[in-house]
């Protein structure tokens, strides 16, 4: 099927957060629905594609990431221009990376649109007995925010599919 032919929209996102929180990893999981476990640090890459149905028009979401550009105010205003939605991570097993997502919601909101939509997404949930920042902190954290919240792992696929689809949602 030729999605490219009766595509309605495409949303662009893009997804950012520390480095090793799984930002690749997640992206990865949803556009092609596995795992990649070879992958080092990004390199190169700009963006994947996949093309969904959301409420019955045909939506290619172009998902942004980062290319291993994760140092603070590296990330370059290009990156942000037009993006619709955000998925902004944090490891659920090294609490800097959860205080370090106020300082990437203001690189947010200096750079992208008010309107843009933002996920809070806690990744790593596979690794329970390694947790360190607990749900309710990040629960709390995001309602004061006005954020979307999930706790995915991009290991097990968990939550991953549904993170993404609800961002993409709210965008339409
Ligand atoms: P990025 O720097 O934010 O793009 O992080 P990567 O996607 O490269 O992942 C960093 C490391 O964390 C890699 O070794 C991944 O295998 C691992 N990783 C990513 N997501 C998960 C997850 O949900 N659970 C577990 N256990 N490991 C993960
Ligand atoms: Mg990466």
């Known amino acids: 099927e030729n999605h490219e032919e009766k595509r309605d929209y495409v949303f662009k996102?893009?997804?950012?957060?520390?480095?090793?929180?799984?930002?690749?990893?997640?992206?990865?999981?949803?556009?092609?629905?596995?795992?990649?476990?070879d992958s080092k640090s990004t390199i190169g890459v700009e963006f994947q594609t996949r093309t969904v149905t959301i409420e019955g028009k045909v939506v290619t979401a172009q998902i942004w990431d980062t290319a291993g550009q994760e140092r603070y105010r590296?990330?370059?205003?290009?990156?942000?221009?037009?993006?619709?939605?955000?998925?902004?991570?944090?490891?659920?097993?090294?609490?800097?990376?959860f205080d370090h997502v106020a300082r990437w919601l203001e690189e947010l909101r200096a750079h992208a649109d008010n309107s843009i939509v933002i996920t809070l997404i806690g990744n790593k949930a596979d690794l329970v007995d390694q947790r360190v920042v607990p749900t309710e902190d990040a629960v709390e954290f995001a309602e004061n925010q006005g954020l979307f919240f999930s706790e995915t792992s991009a290991l097990s696929g968990d939550n991953v599919d549904r993170a993404f689809f609800r961002l993409l949602e709210e965008i339409y």
Do not use: E
């Not at 942000?80 to 991570?89: C, F, N, P, S, T």
């Open 13 to 37: 996102a893009v997804v950012i957060g520390d480095s090793a929180v799984g930002k690749t990893h997640l992206l990865s999981w949803f556009t092609k629905n596995k795992f990649c476990f």
């Open 74 to 97: 590296a990330v370059t205003s290009a990156y942000y221009r037009g993006a619709m939605g955000a998925m902004l991570l944090y490891d659920i097993t090294k609490r800097p990376t």
